[in-house]
């Protein structure tokens, strides 16, 4: 910088001689034009070396500067659907205009994502976004949602529509006939099923795994009877001593045949519906114990179906798991780490890397690799997690800028400050955290995109929804009413 000076130092030096000569040997005219552009010259200087403004030239950004930015592109707006690629909303462009980002569906069948931010943040409005599209373009979707969305199964449904494909809809929580997980099902699947909704799989404590061992024995003999739903294994159990024997076995698997959504023999075909390219939406619950069970045994029937398909030919599969820490088991977790094989892609929306730990029985380990590991494209909103924000900050690693230095004072003048390199983070902490902007109704969702090279923001519209589904009764099938219950065998 300082040869810089030094230029513009001897630029001006020889201006005034060549305008002082020209003066005095070429006339008024001449030299008045010379003297011109030696003011210019002078006036330029002056701006570049700071002693007409106070201002200082800086690429570093202070938090009200980013939350002004960030906060710009909540604003709605509209742009074209595209159908090739997959749209998944905007982003600023070179002259602060809204940019269309698409990204094509192989990317997205060949890569497992992962949408995090804190609750009402848009997490919904991207999957409704990327779902609708991946099913147009061929793939089967499959959506557990333990929360009971308001919007995404009426888009979906209504993308199903349009699509002329199939949408079934189960929602565990109505207390209506509706599904038998274990149609279809072999003996050893049957015993997957039930131990995944009773989280029976070794916990690697001694003490625990003594006792679990022999609930997974009265499992095995349970489903060695024949019995092929719900209602006839709880008749068939309460008949046969191995099982009622284990009282916590016999009792959570009572508790579990308390849902009424699955006391039937029929209700749709789940394989089907996922070759022929349509749409499951699954609804649970994150605090009823028997339904989070159940929605944990229908996921692992669907990982079942995809996992147990011949390759050759086999449909593409977008599988969607909101809050998706409710509705695993360790069957279910194994089985996600390698699935993507089986023509098979996982959405996983979450809040934060922290909020993983708490996943029940579930190794905690376990569930953040399959969410940071596996998972190599990232949407990511705004997190009340320091530490995740943290995390990310550093893999959008470091951005270079020019920094002016501080201009000093002296006797003689102000004089002119110099500029240096220096790196700031990309993406700072606060653009994670408290200057992500929240959306509010009819406003754009704000996240960060991790994973197509340089982090970037990204804008994306909610997309308008259709009537909310109502589920489909299937033949009852009544239940006993003179079962005996664990404490009455006591």
């Known amino acids: 910088m300082k040869a810089v000076k030094y230029i513009w130092t001897a630029t001006l030096g020889t201006l005034t001689l060549l305008g002082c000569m020209a003066f005095f040997l070429r006339g008024f005219l ?256 994150t605090d009823d114990l028997n339904v989070r069970a159940a929605m944990r045994m229908l996921l692992a029937r669907i990982v079942q179906i995809i996992k147990g398909r011949e390759r050759e030919g086999a449909r593409q599969v977008s599988l969607f798991l909101d809050e998706f820490k409710y509705s695993l088991s360790n069957v279910a977790l194994r089985a996600l780490g390698t699935i993507r094989d089986r023509r098979c892609n996982l959405l996983l929306a979450y809040q934060s890397y922290g909020d993983l730990h708490d996943s029940g029985t579930l190794n905690p380990v376990a569930v953040l690799g399959a969410a940071r590991e596996n998972t190599t494209l990232k949407f990511v909103y705004k997190l009340e997690d320091a530490k995740t924000a943290e995390e990310f900050s550093k893999i959008a690693g470091d951005k270079r800028v020019e920094v002016e230095a501080t ?16 790196n700031r983070a990309a993406v700072t902490v606060d653009m994670l955290t408290t200057n992500m902007p929240k959306p509010l109704a009819g406003e754009a969702s704000v996240c960060w995109v991790f994973g197509l090279g340089p982090a970037f923001p990204l804008a994306t519209m909610h997309l308008p929804a259709g009537p909310a589904p109502q589920v489909a009764a299937a033949p009852a099938i009544d239940q006993p009413a003179a079962l005996p219950t664990a404490q009455q065998l006591i």
């Open 30 to 285: 001449p030299g008045l034009a010379a003297l011109g552009t030696w003011l210019l010259f002078i006036w330029a200087h002056a701006l570049r070396a700071g002693y007409l403004s106070q201002e200082t030239k800086s690429g570093l950004l202070d938090v009200d500067e980013t939350a002004a930015w960030l906060a710009k592109l909540k604003a709605p707006y509209t742009v074209k659907q595209l159908r090739a690629p997959v749209l998944v909303g905007a982003r600023p462009g070179p002259r602060g205009e809204l940019v269309p980002v698409a990204i094509p569906p192989e990317i997205f069948f060949k890569n497992h994502v992962s949408i995090l931010g804190a609750s009402g943040t848009g997490k919904s409005k991207l999957a409704a976004q990327i779902l609708t599209q991946l099913s147009h373009h061929g793939s089967a979707v499959v959506a557990v949602d333990p929360k009971d969305d308001e919007y995404l199964p009426g888009i979906l449904k209504a993308q199903a529509n349009k699509d002329g494909l199939p949408f079934v809809y189960i929602n565990l929580r109505v207390p209506t006939p509706q599904i038998n997980p274990f149609a279809g099902c072999t003996e050893e699947q049957r015993e997957l099923l039930l131990q995944a909704a009773l989280n029976l799989d070794p916990s690697g404590d001694p003490a625990v795994d003594f006792y679990r061992g022999e609930d997974r024995d009265a499992c095995a003999a349970l489903t060695r009877t024949g019995a092929n739903n719900i209602v006839s294994m709880l008749q068939a159990g309460a008949e046969l001593g191995a099982v009622t024997s284990r009282q916590n076995f016999y009792r959570e698997f009572q508790q579990l045949a308390r849902v009424k959504a699955l006391h039937t023999d029929g209700g749709p075909d789940l394989a089907a519906a996922i070759q022929a390219g349509g749409v499951v939406y699954v609804v649970g619950d």
């Open 407 to 422: 201009n000093k004072l002296l006797d003689e003048g102000r004089e002119a400050g110099t500029l240096r390199e220096a």
